[in-house]
């Protein structure tokens, strides 16, 4: 019956208005240069050893801190003087702990990222303010996990080996208001947003939203340059609390207001067709079973009531993101390609789109066509050539 229930669900969230669309292959060397090719192939090939190198430090520490787990657990009660019966306290020190460590691990590997990405021009930090985010992303990130470990404890040790019948719900409930708060709480700490100073442009972006059916009250721009030259935009947020971003790289003048326009479009079109609210369905889907798994490897080991279990439940919902990553890119892709699609019906501006995709790629660095196992593992979008192949399909439509 749930696995029924469940893939009912799927199907549901699944759906999206895109038509069935013959698209075109289209050859990368049509739209860039020699030159601006071998440029993203020379930055790319390097930025994919990052994310090997620091999937597997983080796979290495928390696979030896689950076997060093009871150890760790003893050390932390010891060190902050907690009373056997002080489990969930003692379970949230240790996933301080872990989370610390992994943090300084994989610290390096980040640093010679940021020095990867400033040599192509792609960050404008100096290592000093990037440290500073890191430092601030770990304050965030760990005052969430300490939460979530926190009730998972307290769940295992109030319900026992079913906990994470409760700690299913309780999560995507977390979840909920975890994007909820996102731009009230969280994205505040890290950029200033100020309302679209065009007025022209802000009647604009409010006129596409009433053809998407979408209250646009205002539209945000991030000042996302501090940091970075890469151009984007995001939708953040949901019901009360939604808020479309652009940053303020878009409007640089480096895009024309056509491009400007689209990309409003398609971020309007998330929240016309109820992306954000399809991936909290998505975590909580995807949370069920996961925590389920985790519950009965734990349980293996003495189960979370124990706090020296939770160092093994983080490398198990390490594991286990990994092992859905692939699913939940496809359904990141599917989600913007119907955004695309409708960003193209209510503009009816085909060749904005082109001209934009074709920006994205060369302020992002962002390989046009890469090989299909990486799009299939990393890719969060159609790629560049799938995304024009579409304008071109709208064309001729």
């Not at 890290?190 to 972006?205: C, E, H, W, Y």
């Not at 009360?240 to 056509?258: A, N, S």
């Not at 286990?320 to 990553?325: E, H, P």
């Amino acid at each position: 019956m749930g696995a029924a229930l469940w893939g009912a669900s799927a199907f549901l969230l699944l759906r999206t208005q895109v038509p069935a669309l013959d698209l075109e292959r289209l050859s990368p060397a049509s739209y860039f240069s020699p030159v601006e090719l071998d440029r993203i192939h020379e930055f790319r090939r390097v930025t994919f050893w990052f994310w090997i190198a620091s999937t597997l430090i983080q796979l290495g520490v928390l696979t030896l801190l689950a076997w060093r787990g009871r150890r760790l657990a003893f050390a932390v009660r010891r060190i902050l003087r907690l009373p056997p019966s002080a489990h969930v306290w003692c379970g949230a020190a240790v996933a301080a702990s872990c989370w610390f460590i992994l943090w300084l691990t994989v610290l390096p590997v980040g640093a010679v990222r940021h020095w990867w990405y400033r040599r192509y021009g792609l960050r404008e930090q100096d290592y000093r303010a990037w440290l500073g985010d890191q430092a601030l992303e770990l304050l965030v990130t760990t005052v969430v996990i300490v939460l979530v470990v926190s009730g998972m404890v307290y769940l295992a040790v109030r319900f026992g080996r079913r906990w994470w019948l409760a700690g299913s719900a309780a999560i995507a409930v977390f979840g909920l208001l975890g994007v909820l708060a996102q731009p009230l709480v969280i994205e505040p700490l890290f950029n200033r947003f100020t309302p679209v100073g065009d007025q022209n442009l802000a009647a604009r972006i409010e006129t596409l939203g009433n053809r998407l059916g979408v209250s646009v009250e205002s539209v945000d721009v991030s000042d996302a340059s501090r940091r970075t030259t890469t151009a984007n935009a995001k939708v953040t947020g949901i019901g009360p609390t939604r808020r479309v971003v652009l940053y303020d790289t878009v409007l640089d003048g480096r895009f024309t207001e056509g491009e400007i326009l689209w990309v409003s479009a398609h971020e309007l079109a998330h929240v016309a067709r109820g992306h954000v609210w399809k991936n909290v369905a998505w975590f909580a889907l995807f949370a069920t079973p996961g925590l389920a798994a985790i519950a009965w490897i734990t349980e293996r080991r003495g189960g979370l009531r124990d706090p020296a279990g939770v160092p093994l439940a983080l490398v198990c919902a390490f594991v286990l993101s990994l092992l859905v990553l692939p699913a939940q890119n496809s359904i990141s892709r599917r989600y913007e390609a119907e955004s695309d699609w409708l960003a193209l019906r209510v503009t009816n501006d085909p060749a904005s789109d082109i001209a934009t995709q074709r920006r994205f790629a060369l302020t992002g660095l962002n390989d046009p066509d890469p090989p299909a196992w990486a799009l299939f593992i990393l890719g969060t979008h159609p790629t560049t050539m799938q995304r024009i192949a579409m304008a071109k399909a709208a064309e001729g439509r």
